[in-house]
């Protein structure tokens, strides 16, 4: 059952003008970004070779690839996310799978793995991107792979979190802004002072994904971008058990 859920998922997003707006505004800024750091790096290649263990293809043109790319997902997201079960609630048809008899967590993972398998096209675009340049030299493989884990992660996060944002709202509207503002709370946590405040950055995710982004593979980052998922997905199945229990 989840995996119908999932392909419904998946269906409904391909065949909506929102989700392929934003998969060819992503790709079209992606690529931008990619070929503006290509165009950098081989100005300044000359003065690279003359630099012992220098930063190659890797560090110069695919991390910043992969930072722009956890920066955009931050920002659309929210607006693939807010039709998930804000919209259900809308339309009036998520009445009829709390009714249905079928798991409230089949339900919900479905919807979540239905997005992810979206989003997971995105990254292998970029993923793409990165191994083009293969062509022309080497890449970092621990590096590459790393940033491809830690971007995954991250989008886990946001789509976990506006899951459950959109369970709690019969307005999309709503359900996306109010992900958005809570995704951006946590980036300008990332952006305090060091400091006696500097252990409130450790809820940020994007710093966390700065660690996957420079080939560190912490098992922290790691362990709290899952815990962060898995506690907004099990939120939001209580909230609809919730729901269930009361009609």
């Known amino acids: 059952m989840i995996l119908a859920i999932a392909s419904k998922e998946l269906r409904s997003l391909f065949i909506s003008p929102l989700a392929w707006f934003l998969l060819a505004l992503i790709q079209i ?3 931008w970004v990619f070929l503006g750091r290509l165009d950098a790096y081989l100005h300044v290649q000359p003065q690279l070779q003359q630099i012992a263990n220098s930063p190659g293809f890797t560090e110069i043109i695919v991390t910043p690839v992969f930072a722009m790319a956890a920066l955009l997902l931050m920002m659309i997201i929210p607006l693939l996310t807010m039709r ?3 919209e259900e609630r809308k339309n009036h048809t998520l009445v009829l799978l709390v009714s249905a008899p079928i798991a409230i967590s089949e339900v919900v993972i479905g919807k979540f793995l239905g997005l992810m398998l979206f989003i997971s096209g995105v990254i292998a675009f970029i993923a793409i991107l990165s191994v083009s340049l293969l062509a022309g030299g ?5 590096l590459l792979i790393s940033s491809i884990l830690g971007l995954f992660l991250v989008a ?3 789509v976990a979190l506006g899951l459950y944002v959109s369970s709690l709202t019969a307005q999309p509207v709503i359900a996306a802004l ?3 503002g809570i995704l951006l709370c946590f980036w300008v946590l990332d ?3 060091s400091g ?10 994007l710093k966390h994904f700065k660690q996957f982004n420079s080939g560190l593979l912490d098992s922290f980052s790691v362990t709290y971008l899952v815990l962060f998922t898995l506690f907004f997905i099990v ?3 209580r909230h609809l058990d919730g729901d269930r229990l009361y009609r």
């Open 138 to 142: 080497t890449l970092d493989s621990g």
């Open 84 to 86: 998930l079960l804000a």
């Open 156 to 158: 886990c996060c946001f």
């Open 196 to 205: 006696q405040t500097e252990w409130i950055q450790y809820f940020s995710i």
């Open 191 to 193: 952006m305090l002072d």
């Open 178 to 180: 109010s992900t958005l």
């Open 235 to 237: 939120l939001t199945i």
């Open 29 to 31: 800024i992606l690529t």
